[in-house]
């Protein structure tokens, strides 16, 4: 299992992912879920990988080859929906080649993504792409998307996540929302790979990773708990 989020805000973009993946409870392994595209003062893309290990690395490693080849990749097309689509045909293209035989295994082609990020010319946006290729935009109404284990932290984002809200007190919430969900589902773990975007600045300057002991990780984790028994404490009592 994984967990990933991507939020969008008027200040920018916040993504985040877990690195844990297994294969039974005895077969655990960590791997990066964060792929980074950069060209400084053109494009930032990000993607946040879940699903079949094997299906999502081939999946970004079909869009890295095609982008020394011709046109259009990642590189030259204009648009995020664009980038959209090209990684709906990795995906697609891969679930044709190797589709077949894992349904002789008794599997299916299991990939998804949170896509976001930003072009020159164009404002920020944010997707969220299936394991058959279509996919959905983040909007005002929905500023945040998930992948992954989403139910144990998507009610901290459902209290927090606005649009308005700041990067970094986003971020904070964003946190918060992985903590909850490790705590609830040890299928998800750390390291946490955070990466934060500011609008219209074309570079990402903002990128840390979050290792188990990680001082400023426990430090949160430790006040939000302290702050939520004190705020228990002062409900109203009820009355019989």
């Known amino acids: 299992m994984t967990y990933c989020v991507g939020v969008k805000l008027e200040e920018g973009l916040i993504f985040a992912s877990d690195s844990r ?35 999502t690395q081939a999946v970004i490693n079909v869009l890295r080859q095609r982008a020394g080849g011709k046109p ?39 990939a998804s993504f949170i896509l976001g990020g930003q072009i020159a010319g164009e404002d920020m946006r944010l997707f969220r792409i299936y394991a058959e290729g279509n996919f959905i935009e983040a909007g005002p109404d929905t500023s945040f998307l998930q992948t992954g284990e989403a139910k144990y932290g998507k009610p901290i984002l459902d209290l927090a996540g606005t649009p308005s809200a700041s990067l970094e007190d986003a971020t904070k919430c964003v946190l918060v929302s992985f903590d909850s969900t490790m705590l609830s589902n040890l299928s ?8 934060c975007y500011a609008r219209d600045s074309l570079k990402v300057t903002m990128k840390r990773r979050f290792d ?3 001082v400023y990780f426990e430090k949160l984790r430790n006040e939000w708990i302290a702050g939520t028994r004190k705020v228990f404490h002062e409900l109203p009592t009820l009355e019989w």
């Open 188 to 195: 998800v773990g750390m390291p946490i790979d955070l990466l």
């Open 212 to 214: 188990a002991g990680d």
């Open 21 to 55: 993946t297994h294969a039974g409870v005895d077969n655990y392994a960590k791997f990066c879920k964060m792929t980074v595209f950069e060209q400084a003062g053109d494009r930032v893309l990000v993607l946040l990988s879940s699903g079949g290990l094997a299906g």
């Open 72 to 110: 259009p990749h990642i590189w030259t097309v204009t648009s995020m929906f664009d980038v959209a689509n090209l990684v709906a045909d990795a995906m697609r293209d891969i679930e044709r080649r190797d589709g077949p035989f894992l349904e002789g295994g008794g599997l299916k082609f299991n």
